[in-house]
């Protein structure tokens, strides 16, 4: 139990186009998405945490206008990342948890790698 | 969230316990210690998680100390396939896992 889908696991794009992210719990309805960001041989950075029908509350530091989130139903969060750069370059991977103050453990999925060309 | 401190690297040979330490003094009651791995180029994945007492599954055994300042996560027979950097999280009421650097693991045959 407890998968969660990420769709696509890799996509090239041109600079200056935006790329959409899907993040799916395929077993159990997620109140809670995170969305984090992996640069190589780097840890994972917390981007944004977003709740189901509510806006996303973003780090500091994450510019909430270029990185677009939506979790418009329980089981469906997207990342769209708006005019990529270069710099975007990056593998983004999300989670899910069944309530935010949950002891329960978020689930991550298999990440999208992300190169901009 | 309290921050841990976990060694950068270990090494463990095929087959042998593997007993990853984590530090985190700054815990406060209500927080639970979870351990994560990441494989090469693939989203964490959750091993276990525990308040205060001493956890156990499939995977691996979760030992807390009695003041919670530090933890050990054992895998009991360590494999090629666990080489991993691994995580240990201190995560509180707010729901969010804020990652370290964690300890990259090495099981040589």
């Known amino acids: 139990g407890a998968v969660v889908s990420q769709h696509p696991s890799w996509v090239i794009c041109k600079s200056g186009t935006s790329v959409k992210i899907e993040c799916r719990s395929l077993?159990?309805?997620?109140?809670?998405m995170f969305w984090y960001r992996q640069f190589p041989k780097q840890s994972l950075m917390l981007m944004a945490t977003s709740n189901e029908g509510s806006k996303a509350t973003y780090e500091q530091g994450v510019e909430k206008d270029k990185f677009l989130i939506n979790h418009a139903s329980l089981t469906l969060s997207t990342l769209t990342v708006t005019s990529a750069h270069p710099e975007d370059s990056s593998f983004y991977i999300c989670s899910a948890i069944t309530g935010a103050g949950s002891t329960s453990p978020l689930h991550f999925g298999n990440g999208t790698r992300l190169t901009v060309t | 969230d309290a921050k841990t401190t976990q060694p950068t690297s270990m090494d463990c040979a095929e087959g042998r316990a593997a007993n990853l330490p984590c530090n985190h003094s700054t815990i406060s009651g209500n927080e639970y210690v979870y351990w994560y791995r990441q494989i090469h180029s693939q989203g964490p994945q959750y091993i276990i998680h525990g308040l205060k007492n001493n956890e156990t599954n499939e995977m691996a055994s979760l030992i807390i100390t009695e003041d919670r300042k530090s933890s050990t996560l054992i895998l009991p027979h360590a494999t090629l396939r666990d080489t991993a950097v691994y995580y240990c999280?201190?995560?509180?009421?707010?729901?969010?896992?804020?990652f370290g650097q964690g300890t990259t693991l090495q099981v040589k045959p």
């Open positions: 999280i201190v995560k509180g009421y707010t729901g969010k896992l804020i």
């Open positions: 077993d159990f309805q997620a109140t809670t």
